[in-house]
């Protein structure tokens, strides 16, 4: 029996990049062409996510570089300032070309976000916005307040993740946190679109702190040129001041008043 290795270990990297790639299906409520493949590679197997660059359809607001390469991207910052969880996503040659691979989630039952009847939000879960269901009865968009999609939001505002919808973010059954689908992030305009609002004005985590501290000599240094691959120069440098910027403010931010916050459809 092949052994699939956890998200977190270095085997699975390398099975993503080096092991042998078969479409198994394509997820049919994906907009651009994302398929479900498995992964082989010397006795090691596991599920991946396969975009090819040619399914891309193109966006006009980003007309630079690819999305898939916004994806590897994304992947490369959140690994490397410590913000955040995505699973292993590399860019590679598959059946329809290149494209980007991503390890695979399998996922517990944890609910993480969600719309609910205003008494049925546990008393700890964070509300983001009010609104009404298609019968007219209040309903609110609401998500837990939990340290992995925490610092998932906070990724987001360094990224400037302009899609951060619900389903975008995994309860792994490893009890980690995984976002995924980060093909429209990395922009140099403030664009942040997202469902995980729920901690805005509050200090940020200590620990988040560091890393953004010490994020922007990485960006000035090795993570910049492996991010030159995939982006223009003025968009690594905008992840720097976003860095600085959050740290100046020392708080979650509000939305901005140029642009759609929250996501829609929601999930
Ligand atoms: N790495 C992954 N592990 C587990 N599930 C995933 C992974 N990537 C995507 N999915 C699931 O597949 C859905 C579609 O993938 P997504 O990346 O959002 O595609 P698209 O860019 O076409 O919207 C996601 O909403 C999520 O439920
Ligand atoms: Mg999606």
């Given at each position: 029996?092949?052994?699939?290795?956890?998200p977190?270990?270095?085997?699975?990297?390398?099975?993503?990049?080096?092991?042998?790639?078969?479409?198994?299906?394509?997820?049919?409520?994906?907009?651009?062409?994302?398929?479900?493949?498995s992964?082989?590679?010397?006795?090691?197997?596991?599920?991946?996510?396969?975009?090819?660059v040619?399914?891309?359809?193109?966006?006009?607001?980003?007309?630079?570089?690819?999305?898939?390469?916004?994806?590897?991207a994304?992947?490369?910052?959140?690994?490397?300032?410590?913000?955040g969880?995505?699973?292993?996503t590399?860019?590679?040659?598959?059946?329809?070309?290149?494209?980007?691979v991503?390890?695979w989630i399998?996922?517990?039952?944890?609910?993480l976000?969600?719309?609910?009847a205003?008494?049925?939000?546990?008393?700890?879960?964070?509300?983001v916005?009010?609104?009404?269901?298609?019968?007219?009865?209040?309903?609110?968009?609401?998500?837990?307040?939990?340290?992995?999609?925490?610092?998932?939001?906070?990724?987001?505002i360094?990224?400037?993740?302009?899609?951060?919808?619900?389903?975008?973010?995994?309860?792994?059954?490893?009890?980690?946190?995984?976002?995924?689908?980060?093909?429209?992030?990395?922009?140099v305009?403030?664009?942040?679109r997202?469902?995980l609002?729920?901690?805005?004005?509050?200090p940020?985590?200590?620990?988040?702190?560091?890393?953004?501290?010490?994020?922007?000599?990485?960006?000035y240094?090795?993570?910049?040129?492996?991010?030159a691959?995939?982006?223009?120069?003025?968009?690594?440098?905008?992840?720097?001041?976003?860095?600085?910027?959050?740290?100046?403010?020392?708080?979650?931010?509000?939305?901005?008043?140029?642009w759609?916050?929250?996501p829609?459809?929601?999930?």
């Amino acid at each position: 029996m092949p052994e699939s290795p956890k998200p977190t270990d270095p085997a699975a990297k390398h099975l993503i990049a080096h092991g042998k790639l078969d479409v198994e299906g394509r997820l049919v409520d994906a907009s651009n062409v994302t398929l479900y493949c498995s992964v082989e590679l010397d006795g090691m197997c596991a599920n991946a996510v396969y975009k090819p660059v040619n399914g891309e359809r193109p966006l006009w607001d980003f007309p630079d570089g690819t999305l898939a390469g916004r994806e590897v991207a994304t992947y490369l910052l959140s690994d490397a300032s410590g913000l955040g969880s995505i699973p292993p996503t590399v860019l590679r040659d598959g059946p329809f070309g290149v494209g980007m691979v991503q390890l695979w989630i399998e996922t517990s039952e944890e609910e993480l976000i969600d719309v609910r009847a205003p008494a049925d939000v546990p008393p700890d879960w964070r509300v983001v916005l009010h609104a009404h269901d298609r019968l007219g009865d209040p309903a609110v968009l609401t998500h837990a307040d939990h340290p992995g999609v925490r610092d998932l939001a906070i990724l987001d505002i360094i990224a400037n993740n302009t899609d951060r919808k619900g389903g975008h973010v995994l309860a792994g059954t490893d009890g980690r946190i995984y976002g995924v689908d980060h093909g429209i992030c990395l922009h140099v305009e403030p664009k942040l679109r997202t469902v995980l609002w729920g901690w805005i004005g509050e200090p940020l985590p200590g620990e988040a702190v560091e890393k953004l501290r010490a994020l922007p000599e990485k960006i000035y240094g090795s993570l910049g040129e492996e991010l030159a691959t995939h982006l223009t120069g003025l968009e690594i440098e905008a992840i720097a001041d976003r860095a600085e910027a959050l740290l100046a403010a020392g708080v979650f931010p509000e939305p901005g008043d140029d642009w759609r916050a929250i996501p829609w459809p929601l999930f």
